[in-house]
């Protein structure tokens, strides 16, 4: 393998960044789920100590007062996502029950004081989802019966009071198949709107041969055939279904290849995609990327953090400091860097917003929460 010689090799550079407000609690943390709103004047994050209090909190961005606080009933839940509503008019806060695995969900009314509308509980997974131009609720539940068929079922909830606005329920066999239509579920899209199958190919009396299999989107709401092709190339095809064992629930992500030499993009129809970060792609850990997907699909993105010993590094016999870049892919697979923070060998966690993203300064020893949470303008450390 070629490596840098010490002449050649570059030092990463690190620019001194203060933040434009930061929190540092003084008893308890902040836990990882946190949102902007859509137009990015206002942040939510979340203050408790797991125990006795669990607070949301909403601040004003730019003036950084505090707009309101939440408290939440049940400070043992564990916050699995929280967001604005797209109009701005509620606060979603998906929990987690770490007994059993489900999901809850509450729905806070921000126009007054708040106040608690409604809430579920016991579901497999809970998702903001775009559904015929709206933003809505999703609830899946899943149930094995004693032969070991999935019996699913998918409701819609309107924003505004978490009323039910349409539902739909699925057998999938023990052996992955459905009977209508007549698929091999390969996977379910985000809130179980739909699933990606295989259909077993025609055959094809004048050549005399079997056609190749055809990949369906089917929407289980509606109960229509969204999309179906024949995969050009089912080598690459595979690949990208064998990596989104990792992606549950995403309609696009980027992956590390299993060399840990190539990024990948993977579109929504499992076309494949080497990409390329503006950074050289040996400075970084290749196992520490994370990554966030928009609730409705259509924006991705990514942070990658820099070894201290890349090859670089190694060849100027001097470790570099780690720094966390975040960035934003789109469609066509074009990297943009958002901002780079040093780490202080910290693990983290981030959102971005609109002209600002949060930073997450992980407890050590602690698998959940941070000791800080700061916000920055886009463009930070660039």
Same mark, same amino acid.
Request: glycine fraction near 8%; include cysteine; hydrophobic fraction near 40%.
């Given at each position: 393998?070629?490596?840098?010689?010490?002449?050649?090799?570059?030092?990463?550079?690190?620019?001194?960044?203060?933040?434009? =407000?930061?929190?540092?609690?003084?008893?308890?943390?902040?836990?990882?789920?946190?949102?902007? !709103?859509?137009?990015g004047?206002?942040?939510?994050?979340?203050?408790?100590d797991?125990?006795t209090?669990?607070?949301?909190?909403?601040?004003?961005?730019? /003036?950084?007062?505090?707009?309101?606080?939440i408290?939440?009933?049940?400070?043992?839940?564990?916050?699995?996502s929280?967001?604005?509503?797209?109009?701005?008019?509620?606060?979603?806060?998906?929990?987690? /029950?770490t007994?059993?695995?489900?999901?809850?969900v509450?729905?806070?009314?921000?126009?007054?004081?708040?106040?608690?509308?409604?809430?579920?509980?016991?579901?497999?997974?809970?998702?903001?989802?775009?559904?015929?131009?709206?933003?809505?609720?999703?609830?899946?539940?899943?149930?094995?019966?004693?032969?070991?068929?999935?019996?699913?079922?998918?409701?819609?909830?309107?924003?505004? /009071?978490?009323?039910?606005?349409?539902?739909?329920?699925?057998?999938?066999?023990?052996?992955?198949?459905?009977?209508?239509?007549?698929?091999?579920?390969?996977?379910?899209?985000?809130?179980?709107?739909?699933l990606?199958?295989?259909? #077993?190919?025609?055959? !094809?009396?004048?050549?005399?041969?079997?056609?190749?299999d055809?990949?369906?989107?089917?929407?289980?709401?509606?109960?229509?055939?969204? =999309?179906?092709?024949?995969?050009?190339?089912?080598?690459?095809?595979?690949?990208?279904?064998?990596?989104?064992?990792?992606?549950?629930?995403?309609?696009?992500?980027?992956?590390?290849g299993?060399?840990? *030499?190539?990024?990948?993009?993977? /579109?929504?129809?499992?076309?494949?995609?080497?990409?390329?970060?503006?950074?050289?792609?040996?400075?970084?850990?290749?196992?520490s990327? #994370?990554?966030?997907?928009?609730?409705?699909?259509?924006?991705l993105?990514?942070?990658?953090?820099? !070894?201290?010993?890349?090859?670089?590094?190694?060849?100027? *016999?001097?470790?570099?400091?780690?720094?966390?870049?975040?960035?934003?892919? !789109?469609?066509?697979?074009?990297?943009?860097?958002?901002?780079?923070?040093?780490?202080?060998?910290?693990?983290?966690?981030?959102?971005?917003?609109?002209g600002?993203?949060?930073?997450?300064?992980?407890?050590?020893?602690?698998?959940?929460?941070?000791?800080?949470?700061?916000?920055?303008?886009?463009?930070?450390?660039?």
């Amino acid at each position: 393998m070629l490596c840098a010689s010490p002449a050649t090799a570059q030092r990463i550079e690190f620019k001194t960044i203060t933040p434009q =407000w930061s929190f540092k609690p003084s008893k308890g943390f902040v836990d990882d789920a946190m949102a902007f !709103d859509v137009t990015g004047q206002r942040f939510a994050y979340i203050h408790t100590d797991s125990a006795t209090f669990l607070d949301v909190v909403i601040i004003g961005v730019g /003036d950084w007062k505090q707009q309101l606080k939440i408290s939440v009933p049940g400070a043992t839940k564990v916050p699995a996502s929280l967001a604005f509503s797209a109009d701005g008019s509620r606060l979603v806060f998906i929990w987690a /029950d770490t007994r059993t695995g489900k999901q809850g969900v509450e729905l806070f009314d921000l126009s007054k004081g708040g106040k608690l509308i409604t809430s579920a509980k016991d579901a497999s997974t809970i998702a903001l989802v775009e559904y015929k131009g709206q933003q809505v609720l999703s609830v899946a539940k899943e149930r094995q019966d004693k032969r070991g068929n999935v019996r699913v079922s998918v409701s819609l909830h309107r924003l505004a /009071d978490l009323k039910r606005i349409k539902r739909a329920k699925l057998k999938v066999g023990v052996d992955t198949r459905i009977k209508r239509p007549p698929l091999r579920v390969l996977y379910w899209e985000r809130g179980h709107l739909s699933l990606v199958g295989v259909r #077993k190919g025609k055959y !094809d009396r004048k050549r005399d041969v079997r056609r190749p299999d055809v990949a369906i989107r089917w929407d289980i709401l509606e109960r229509k055939q969204l =999309w179906a092709q024949e995969p050009k190339d089912l080598v690459k095809w595979n690949r990208a279904i064998s990596f989104r064992n990792n992606h549950s629930g995403a309609n696009s992500f980027v992956h590390v290849g299993e060399s840990l *030499k190539t990024l990948y993009l993977v /579109d929504r129809n499992n076309q494949l995609k080497a990409i390329k970060t503006p950074v050289k792609w040996r400075l970084y850990e290749p196992r520490s990327l #994370k990554q966030r997907e928009s609730w409705d699909g259509n924006t991705l993105y990514f942070s990658m953090t820099i !070894d201290p010993v890349n090859p670089e590094a190694v060849a100027r *016999k001097k470790a570099d400091k780690e720094r966390a870049d975040i960035y934003h892919v !789109d469609a066509s697979g074009k990297v943009k860097s958002i901002g780079r923070i040093f780490t202080g060998k910290r693990r983290f966690g981030w959102v971005v917003g609109k002209g600002r993203f949060a930073y997450l300064r992980k407890l050590k020893g602690f698998g959940r929460g941070g000791k800080s949470v700061e916000i920055h303008a886009i463009g930070a450390g660039l």
